[in-house]
Structures are given as structure tokens and as C-alpha cells.
């Protein structure tokens, strides 16, 4: 599904975010992505979602090399691939129902043909009733579910999230990830960075981790890094 | 369609998605953009003073322009009028006696380029000038008549522009019983001459005008494109083109136009309104009837065509600037 080959990033300025980065998560399969702030985990997600460039090595999504991708294709790539954010990234002066209707608007679907996706997709993360409020009026779990809604409401088949528990309590965190597993089970892949090692130690996922830009170990996380 | 996964259907996890027919989406396609237009004439709606604000700019450099159109356009009307007009004196010698006079009178008056002849004789000559002028005892004392006879010849119609009369006056002078002959259309040469002046003069303002338009637009738009930054990343972060993004900034340029064209009406209507009481009182004094002309409804049209074309033309320019150089980061 997501395939890197010698992946490295050197940003204007000489900073090396990521060096000689080599891994493959197949269809269906959930990991983790974890290092210290700083390690690029960040650069790599927006490797996948194109929002950067490699300098070096090849990207690839589903067998499609990612730099035969030109700028104009990129809007195209992310309606394929869900992103989750720390910051949620929700448009304030939009309801939730706006918010999470967004990529059907975008791919051209009326709001009559968008509302029973959306339902559906807010049913899932349990805010089916709060569809009129406006993201200021919930609290910070329930805008990160409502930024989950937006990403599976048009059935990716790729789901990543960008420290999605970074700003929520261990039991919210908790409710978030059995989120993503659930989509994960019907077979959606899902990578997911994050710092938070406790959360990863309790569940048995595959872990990526990076230090310095390099990956440094790809398996199961068995001991949190000191 | 999805670039990546040309199986998306079918792949793992994508449920069933539903596809819409191509008639459907082809349909959509410009009930979307109604609903673009309404909602970015909604969203001007929310900030009614700064958007009022970029509308009166541009319908007010309108007005500027299509009122000194306006002017134009009735100078031109007037000036048309007299020329057609246009008759001509030509003094004879003073030597003639009164039967070559006649036989002159008679020939041009059976050349067909020539509508009608009016012989004006030194007596009546001084008859009139005595009247009219209110010298009249001073020209007793005059030992004789210094007037020379005149012949007034009018031009048949085809021979009425400018130029044709200016010929046929240079022929008539070269018969051997004038002495001289008079178009009295230097003035309408200055006139026109002055008309022309103030056409180059509108073109070049109407362009300037024009072009301050677009640049005001598009600043106004960079600003929209600007505070709204956060909105245009999340959008390209979840899939939309430049071309979506673009597309309400693009139908704001184009209200703005519109909203600043009827304004240019309203504004050269008020105007002409204005100016209208001064210009009769001007053209009683000449004993003419003269209706001033505003802007006919092609010309209304074309000038709210302008406005639109210059709103869009300005976010235009805005768009394609911004909405690229805004990426996530």
C-alpha cells in the first residue's frame, strides 16, 4: 500500500529531516510511527500526502510513484488518502456537517447526496446528534472525531493521522485509537504518528521508529524508547 | 476518479461507493456554480460595508468614464446637426452689374450639386446689418455701401460633409464673378477638432480607470484570499483543486462588477440629471430644441459588461497569484 525506497528529504537549508528510509505497509495492515519531535515523523506523512517532495528515493501509494505525480494530479491523490491532524484543521465558521461534507462537495456530490454519508460517517464517531454545532461549541475530543468524520467520510482506502491524541487525556486517546482499529478491521490501512509510547505499548501494532531521520526499528514496539 | 486506485470500488475496505451518472454529474456542474455564486454573494452579504466600499470604487471610475462618454456622444450629435447645415457666401465682385448677377445665380442654381441659391444684394445686405447690429445712424454717414453683394448657396444634401462642401466651395470661388468664398465650418473644424481631443482624452482615462479597477479588485480579493488561509490549506488538504478554491473569489470579482456597474448607472443617470438643467438653459439661448441623451440600454449593458469583466479580471489576477503560493505546511 505504502511502499518507501531510499527515501530521503533535505530541506532548503541543508536540514536532513529523513535519510535512506526503507519500509512497506501492505493493504489493510495498522502501524504506528513514532521518534521524538524532530525525528520525521511529520516529513513522512507529508511525503505520502505529497505536501513535500523527496530528494531523494521513491514514495509509493498502491504501485503509483509518487514523483511521476504532477501538481495539478495532487488534489486527486489526497481524496484517496484520509489525514488526520493534531489540530483537527476544521474550519471554524463551518458547521460540523459542512466540515465533514467537504471532500463529497469537493469531488462534485450535491449536499442531498452528501447528507446520508455524512450522517453516517458522524454516526461512527458517535457525534450523529451534534451535526449543527459549530466546532467551537465541542470539546477537543469530540473536534478530533469530528476531523476523523471528514476523513472517512469518502472511504479512503488509506487513513493517515498526524499525532491524532496529541492534545487528549489517556482515556479519549484510547477511545480514538479503537476508532481507527475499527476502521482498520473493515480493511482500511491506517498509519498513525505519534510520541504517545504508552499507547502503543498496550496494543500490539507494528511500530515504525525514527531517530534522527533514520528508521531505527520496525516491528513491534516492546519497551519504550528511554 | 480516483488516481491512485483505479479499483477503488472494489478495493480493500472501500465500501461499495455509490457512482453518480455522468448525466448527474453533468448536471451538477452548473447548479454548482449557481450555488458558488449565491454563496459567495452570501458571504459579501455578511461584510456588507467592505465589499459596498470595493463596489462604489469601481462603479464610481465607471461613472467617470461613461459620463464623458455621454458627453461625447451629445457634442458629437449637435455637432452632426449643424453640419448638415452647412451653407456657404459667396461675395461677389463689386463691378457686376445686376444681369450677370442673375445669370450666375441661375446657372448654379441648375447645377445639381447645389439644393437652392438666395441672392442677398449690397441694399439688403445693409439693410440687415443696420437692423441687427444697431449701428444704424452711425451707417448713415457712410458716402457709399461698402457691402458687396452675396450669394447664400446650399450644398444638395450629398454634398454636405466637410470635406465635399469645401471642394465645391473651391470650385465655385474659381468662377470669374467671386471674390471670395466662405464655408463657415472652421468652427465646426475646431469643434470637431475639440471633439476629437476629448475622445483621445476619454480613451486613454477610460483605460487608466479601467485598469485601477481590476488593480483595486484584485487587492481586494488578495485580502479575502488572505484571511482566508486557513480555510483554502484545510480545502487542498483534503482534495480540492486550485480551481474549486478559486472559484468563489472568482464570482466575488464578478458581483463586485456587477454590484459596481449598476452603481455606474445610477451614478452617470444622477449626473446627467444634474448637468441636464444647465444644458438647456446653454441651448435656449441658441433657440434650439436639444434633448440631452443619457446612456441607451446596449450602452447601459456594455458598461455593466465592463464592470463584470473588470471584477473578474481583478480577482482573476488575484487568484492565480495566491491561491497557488498558499500549500500546507
Same mark, same amino acid.
Given at each position: 500500500m505504502i511502499r518507501f525506497e531510499q527515501v530521503s528529504k533535505t530541506y532548503p537549508g541543508g536540514h536532513q529531516a529523513l535519510s535512506h528510509v526503507d519500509f512497506h505497509i501492505k493493504p489493510g495492515e495498522m502501524a504506528f510511527l513514532t521518534g521524538h519531535s524532530g525525528a520525521g515523523k511529520s516529513t513522512l506523512l507529508k511525503l505520502i500526502s505529497i505536501m513535500e517532495r523527496p530528494t531523494a528515493g521513491r514514495v509509493l501509494i498502491n504501485g503509483h510513484d509518487l514523483r511521476k505525480i504532477k501538481s495539478s494530479q495532487v488534489p486527486f491523490v489526497r481524496r484517496d488518502i484520509?489525514?488526520?491532524f493534531q489540530d483537527h484543521r476544521l474550519l471554524m465558521d463551518k458547521s460540523v456537517f459542512d466540515n465533514v461534507a467537504l471532500p463529497l462537495i469537493i469531488e462534485g456530490y450535491s449536499v442531498q447526496e452528501a447528507r446520508k454519508r455524512v450522517l453516517a460517517a458522524l454516526e461512527k464517531v458517535g457525534l450523529a446528534d451534534k451535526y449543527r454545532h459549530y466546532p467551537q461549541m465541542l470539546s477537543g475530543g469530540e473536534q478530533q472525531r469530528v476531523g476523523i468524520a471528514r =476523513? $472517512?467520510?469518502? %472511504?479512503p482506502p488509506l487513513?493517515?493521522?498526524?499525532? @491524532? /491524541? &496529541?492534545? !487528549?487525556? @489517556? %482515556?479519549?486517546s484510547m477511545e480514538i485509537i479503537r476508532l481507527f482499529e475499527s476502521f482498520n478491521k473493515v480493511g482500511v490501512a491506517v498509519l498513525i504518528a505519534t510520541h504517545d509510547l504508552g499507547l502503543i505499548a498496550r496494543l500490539k501494532y507494528r511500530t515504525l521508529t525514527l531517530k534522527?531521520? *533514520?528508521l531505527i526499528n520496525d516491528g513491534l514496539e516492546e519497551e519504550p524508547l528511554a | 476518479m480516483s488516481l491512485l486506485f483505479g479499483n477503488r470500488e472494489s478495493a480493500a475496505g472501500a465500501q461499495q461507493r455509490q457512482k453518480l451518472a455522468w448525466y448527474r454529474r453533468a448536471l451538477m456542474v452548473p447548479v454548482h456554480h449557481l450555488q458558488q455564486a449565491v454563496a459567495s454573494l452570501g458571504e459579501l452579504w455578511r461584510n456588507p460595508f467592505a465589499s459596498l466600499l470595493t463596489m462604489a470604487v469601481l462603479g464610481l471610475s465607471l461613472t467617470l468614464p461613461s459620463a464623458l462618454y455621454v458627453l461625447v456622444k451629445n457634442t458629437s450629435a449637435i455637432s452632426g446637426e449643424w453640419q448638415q447645415a452647412s451653407q456657404m457666401s459667396l461675395f461677389l465682385r463689386k463691378d457686376l452689374d445686376e444681369q450677370t448677377r442673375q445669370t450666375l445665380k441661375t446657372q448654379w442654381e441648375l447645377d445639381p450639386r447645389i439644393d437652392e441659391v438666395t441672392l442677398i444684394t449690397k441694399e439688403q445686405g445693409l439693410a440687415e446689418f *443696420? #437692423? *441687427?447690429? &444697431? +449701428?444704424?445712424e452711425t451707417l448713415d454717414y457712410l458716402e457709399?455701401?461698402?457691402l458687396p453683394d452675396v450669394l447664400l448657396v446650399i450644398p444638395a444634401e450629398s454634398f454636405r460633409a466637410p470635406e465635399k462642401a469645401e471642394s465645391l466651395l473651391a470650385e465655385l470661388e474659381g468662377a470669374r464673378e467671386v471674390e471670395f468664398g466662405k464655408?463657415?465650418?472652421?468652427?465646426?473644424? *475646431?469643434? #470637431?477638432?475639440l471633439l476629437n481631443l476629448a475622445k483621445d482624452i476619454l480613451g486613454g482615462l477610460g483605460l487608466l480607470l479601467c485598469l485601477s479597477v481590476v488593480l483595486i479588485v484584485g487587492n481586494t480579493i488578495r485580502l479575502n484570499i488572505l484571511s482566508q488561509r486557513e480555510a483554502i490549506v484545510v480545502m487542498k488538504l483534503v482534495g480540492a483543486t486550485n480551481a474549486f478554491i478559486q472559484r468563489p473569489f472568482l464570482y466575488t470579482?464578478?458581483?463586485?462588477? +456587477?454590484?459596481?456597474? $449598476?452603481?455606474?448607472?445610477?451614478? /452617470? =443617470? !444622477?449626473?446627467?440629471?444634474?448637468v441636464e438643467s444647465s444644458v438647456l438653459t446653454v441651448t435656449e439661448l441658441y433657440d434650439t430644441q436639444f434633448q440631452l441623451a443619457g446612456l441607451s440600454f446596449n450602452e447601459m449593458l456594455f458598461v455593466w459588461l465592463i464592470a463584470v469583466v473588470l471584477g473578474l479580471a481583478g480577482s482573476y489576477l488575484a487568484v492565480r497569484r495566491h491561491i497557488r503560493s498558499i500549500e500546507p505546511q
Open positions: 484520509g489525514m488526520i =476523513a $472517512i467520510v469518502n %472511504k487513513l493517515l493521522a498526524d499525532e @491524532p /491524541t &496529541g492534545n !487528549l487525556d @489517556p %482515556k479519549l534522527e531521520g *533514520r | *443696420r #437692423q *441687427r447690429s &444697431g +449701428f444704424g457709399n455701401n461698402p464655408l463657415d465650418v472652421q468652427w465646426l473644424e *475646431r469643434l #470637431q477638432a470579482g464578478v458581483w463586485y462588477g +456587477f454590484v459596481g456597474g $449598476i452603481l455606474a448607472w445610477l451614478a /452617470t =443617470a !444622477l449626473l446627467i440629471w444634474w
